[in-house]
């Protein structure tokens, strides 16, 4: 199993995705939470066969939400770089 690190940015990201929804659909957030954690363990348990690649990161889309989390693979370490949304230029996160 590899080693999981999420970037500050990244968590930023995340909460600035439960605000939206906590203001939005409130009842929707707790269930996004839900499944971006189940996809954090199946990236952490095999990181590269549901993934696509992008350039030099790789990218796993959530089930039922309109997100990508961006991560990279350095030996056996997992970084996300960002979850963002499907809608967004996907190289933001090479901006920050």
Do not use: C
């Amino acid at each position: 199993m590899f080693h999981f690190h999420i970037r500050v940015l990244a968590r930023e990201d995340i909460q600035q995705i439960v605000e939206y929804y906590e203001e939005e659909a409130p009842n929707v957030t707790d269930r996004f939470l839900e499944i971006l954690h189940a996809e954090f363990e199946v990236i952490r348990k095999n990181p590269i066969i549901f993934s696509k690649k992008y350039r030099s990161t790789r990218v796993h889309y959530l089930k039922n939400f309109p997100y990508g989390i961006h991560y990279i693979l350095r030996d056996k370490t997992v970084e996300v770089l960002a979850v963002l949304h499907t809608s967004r230029n996907p190289e933001i996160w090479g901006k920050r």
